[in-house]
Structure formats: structure tokens, C-alpha cells
């Protein structure tokens, strides 16, 4: 498994869990609002290669937090698209660690394979907009069908033992209505996420994206739990 960054530990990425948090490079999208194009382009991620942790070094060090973390978090860019995440994944759970994925949900049949063989303990994955029409192959600047969406949806939700839906809201491209119709896409779901968009260096250089307002945000949150069980916005 490639790892291009690893922060040692944290509280806030694992919910309720002390966890250490590493980085995959690469990513199968191109969303403009992206503020890591350094992990996401080739030619980028080709300057900092040499930068990368390696799996011995990165096993030895989890070796000497055991008794003191609880869990991994395996974050990306996307994870799911580095062939040998079922096998890094199965080393981690030999050393009896919870394992978080964080995923884009391009892959349903890689998330069905790990909850499947039982390599992950907790999923979160971001939505990015409504299931209908081209919105959202619009915003990620990829083609894909929104039922590969859908279908990850479905799995996260039938085959997860813990799981969130998380949404990074951005003002004038994501509306009432859009959360909404998101909400929809995932009803029932036990957690989903409203996080707020920041400024920041990001993958299109022209991008214009805004903040909501707080007030704005509640009133999506009231919308949003009419369809899942618990809506809680993040900042």
C-alpha cells in the first residue's frame, strides 16, 4: 500500500476511538473545491513520491502503539482504488485494530468485498450531491453513473457495522432542495454529516466556492432529518 502521509494520532476522525489517521495518494475524481491537488494529480503526486511511508515502516511503527490506539483510519484520496487495500487491511485487523475506510463510493464492489470478509469496522462516505441527472458528474469532473453511487449507498447501509453519509455543502452549488433530495438517496441512514466548505488552495484554481451561513446550515439539518435517523453538522 502506497502511504503518502500519516498523522499519529487522533481523536476526531474515528468517532468515539483513538486512532491513527494515514493517507493514500491518488484519486478517480477531479473535484474542483479539492484542497489537496498535490495528493490527487499524477504529475504531482510524482514530486513528492519519495516522501511516501512504507508499509514495514509503517507496521512496525502500529506494532508499538498496540495497548494505546484503538483503530486505523485508511483515508485518500480514494483508497479504494489501490489494488492491494484488502491485504493492508488484513494486516492491520491480524494486529486486532478497529479499521475506519473513507471512501468516495466509486468502488461498491471493493466496499462489498471488505464488509463482506468483515476488514472494516466503520465506513464514511462522502456524498457530493443529488442522484439525479448530471449533477454530480458535473461537479467531480468524471463521468460516472449515479447508480454506482446508489449501490454503495445500499451496501454501506445493509452490510456496515457502523457507517456515516457526510456532505461538504457549498454555497450556490448546494441548495434545500439538493439536500434534500441527498437526504432521500440515503433514508434511514443511522449518521449523515453537513460539513461546512472552506477556503483554501484548491485542484481548479478558479474555483469559487462560498461557505453557508450558519443559519442556512440548521435549516438543511431540519431537512435532512425528516429521512435519516440522526443529521449533525460538523465543523
Not at 449523515?192 to 483554501?200: E, S
Request: hydrophobic content about 40%; overall charge positive; charged content about 25%.
Amino acid at each position: 500500500m502506497q502511504i503518502s502521509g500519516i498523522k499519529k494520532s487522533t481523536l476526531l476522525d474515528y468517532p468515539g476511538k483513538v486512532a491513527t489517521l494515514i493517507f493514500t495518494p491518488g484519486c478517480n475524481l477531479r473535484c474542483g473545491y479539492c484542497h489537496n491537488r498535490e495528493f490527487v494529480l499524477p504529475e504531482e503526486i510524482k514530486k513528492i513520491k519519495k516522501s511516501f511511508i512504507s508499509e514495514e515502516v509503517f507496521f512496525r511503527f502500529l506494532r508499538s502503539r498496540i495497548g494505546f490506539l484503538d483503530g486505523v483510519v485508511i483515508c485518500g484520496w480514494e483508497p479504494t482504488i489501490h489494488m492491494d487495500l484488502t491485504d493492508f487491511c488484513m494486516k492491520i485487523k491480524d494486529l486486532w485494530f478497529l479499521v475506519k475506510l473513507d471512501t468516495n463510493g466509486t468502488r461498491p464492489n471493493i466496499i462489498k468485498k471488505l464488509l463482506k470478509q468483515n476488514l472494516v469496522d466503520y465506513i464514511a462516505m462522502d456524498i457530493k450531491q443529488g442522484l439525479s441527472g448530471s449533477k454530480y458528474s458535473n461537479l467531480i469532473w468524471v463521468n460516472i453513473e449515479n447508480e454506482i453511487f446508489q449501490s454503495s449507498i445500499d451496501i454501506i447501509k445493509n452490510y456496515a457495522p457502523n457507517y456515516e453519509f457526510r456532505t461538504t455543502v457549498i454555497w450556490w452549488i448546494h441548495t434545500s432542495e439538493t439536500i434534500e433530495e441527498i437526504a432521500k438517496n440515503i433514508e434511514w441512514a443511522k449518521q449523515y454529516y453537513l460539513q461546512n466548505y472552506r477556503d483554501g488552495h484548491t485542484l481548479d484554481p478558479n474555483f469559487q466556492g462560498e461557505s453557508v451561513a450558519p443559519s442556512v446550515l440548521v435549516e438543511w439539518q431540519k431537512i435532512a432529518k425528516k429521512y435519516v435517523e440522526k443529521c449533525s453538522i460538523r465543523n
